[in-house]
């Protein structure tokens, strides 16, 4: 399997505070089956700034020790980038990480309690540079609960989303877990990720979440969403579903 993001670069935000809780986490994504998996450590969020440079060498060097201990895992490079109108000034400097840092995808993260205003046009002009953002987590994000137009409207645009595998199974209570299934259901869901930041509380779920999603909707959905991060890997472009708005749904704030 296949983690698009996760918080496994030691002492850089608020994943593993050290090299030995970072390995404890290797050994459990590779207990969970997982075989690729992105390190996306925050950026731009109000409290860490992590250059790509620097991501890559910790990338870099998190791979030699796998390969020295002879672990079935890949570590891939990436960012989870907070949404800033500076975005594009970063982007001239060279400072955003994609995925695999090829240029194609990158995880954009939106503040948990709004949509910013200027989002759509963020989202279109990334769109233009040739850049596809994957919304990451939006079940858990107030303005999408508010409005579901407002998701709706972003995939119809052209971006793509990741749900965690954790918001799937419950971990973040009832509401977000009816809303991720709204939004497979809706065809506004394209990826699933675990957003791991450790081997507790916040660990691989992926396998647990794709058993829930086969369950639900059928196995068909398992695949799509497996296949879609293969695709990723492999330099492919993820299927996408025409989206369905949600509609006659009213969720509470939390």
């Known amino acids: 399997m296949i983690d698009l993001h996760c918080h496994i670069l030691p002492g850089i935000d608020d994943g593993p505070p050290n090299f030995t809780n970072c390995v404890a986490m290797v050994e459990r994504a590779v207990n969970e089956r997982i075989t690729h998996l992105f390190a996306t450590p925050h950026h731009m969020n109000g409290w860490y700034e992590n250059s790509k440079e620097d991501i890559l060498q910790s990338v870099a060097f998190l791979n030699r020790y796998i390969q020295q201990e002879k672990i079935p895992l890949s570590i891939h490079p990436g960012q989870e980038i907070r949404i800033h109108l500076e975005i594009f000034d970063s982007i001239e400097r060279d400072e955003i990480l994609t995925l695999d840092n090829n240029g194609e995808y990158l995880l954009l993260e939106l503040p948990s309690g709004e949509v910013p205003g200027y989002t759509q046009e963020v989202v279109y002009e990334l769109l233009l540079r040739g850049i596809t953002p994957i919304i990451v987590h939006p079940e858990r994000n107030k303005g999408f609960l508010r409005d579901h137009d407002l998701l709706f409207e972003l995939v119809q645009e052209g971006a793509l989303t990741q749900l965690t595998s954790g918001s799937i199974?419950?971990?973040?209570?009832?509401?977000?877990?009816?809303?991720?299934?709204?939004?497979?259901?809706?065809?506004?869901?394209?990826?699933?990720?675990?957003?791991?930041?450790?081997?507790?509380?916040?660990?691989?779920?992926?396998?647990?979440?794709?058993?829930?999603?086969?369950?639900?909707?059928?196995?068909?959905?398992?695949?799509?969403f497996q296949e879609n991060a293969q695709m990723l890997i492999t330099g492919q472009s993820p299927h996408i579903e025409q989206p369905i708005p949600i509609r006659k749904k009213i969720f509470r704030i939390f």
């Open 169 to 224: 199974i419950g971990h973040f209570g009832k509401k977000v877990k009816t809303f991720s299934e709204e939004i497979i259901k809706h065809q506004l869901a394209h990826f699933i990720a675990t957003d791991a930041h450790n081997t507790e509380l916040r660990s691989f779920t992926l396998n647990e979440a794709y058993e829930s999603i086969a369950k639900k909707f059928g196995v068909d959905f398992r695949y799509y």
